[in-house]
């Protein structure tokens, strides 16, 4: 589990193929566990190796498909972040680290000292969307300005496009998407009760 403040950008040093990939990253964290979880780019994937100031994870098929992963190359840059600790503040929000869907960023804009970004938004993830609600973009936790029925915007302050790779992107870069956890609850719940089943009747039934 995540919060969705990324800790440092860190920068892939080179991309093997070895049955799984097996991805390289060059970043400042200090006493790395193997077996521990770290987001990059919003993608939570796990430590296998670790020595001097890099580490290794590795993606499946899977993951390379449902992610940004498989245009990772060397110097790629990516957000960071560690597993939230029990005790650690809530910063952001409840971030999982499964990626939903890649999306392409629409526009970008400044707009009174921040910067306005639009981003498609895939309808399967539309009914987990409203606005002012939260969206995990690239690892980070934003909030929704807006949202219509094919897209929706964000706005990054000045400290979020200093400390991510978020603000260097412009229209056609693709990105990482994760709904609020929240709000997928919330949907699927909703869809049960409409389609006459209740968490109640699906007990019954034994599921």
């Not at 990939?21 to 770290?38: H, M, N, P, Q, Y």
């Amino acid at each position: 589990m995540f919060t969705g403040l990324v800790a440092q950008i860190g920068t892939v040093e080179r991309v093997e193929q070895s049955g799984m990939t097996d991805v390289w990253v060059a970043s400042t964290f200090d006493a790395l566990v193997l077996g521990e979880s770290i987001a990059c780019d919003g993608c939570c994937l796990t430590v296998v190796e670790a020595r001097g100031g890099s580490f290794k994870v590795q993606a499946s098929p899977e993951t390379l498909r449902r992610t940004t992963l498989s245009g990772w190359k060397t110097g790629t840059r990516l957000n960071l972040e560690r597993a939230l600790r029990v005790g650690d503040r809530l910063g952001g929000h409840w971030v999982q680290g499964h990626v939903d869907a890649v999306a392409q960023v629409l526009a970008a804009r400044p707009e009174g000292g921040s910067r306005v970004m639009a981003f498609e938004l895939p309808a399967a993830l539309a009914p987990f969307f409203i606005e002012k609600g939260s969206v995990t973009i690239d690892g980070i936790s934003l909030t929704v300005n807006a949202v219509e029925a094919t897209q929706f915007s964000v706005a990054l302050i000045p400290e979020t496009v200093a400390r991510t790779t978020l603000g260097a992107k412009g229209p056609g870069a693709q990105v990482n998407l994760e709904a609020d956890l929240v709000g997928k609850y919330v949907a699927r719940q909703q869809q049960l009760e409409v389609g006459g089943l209740t968490e109640e009747s699906l007990r019954k039934a034994g599921f």
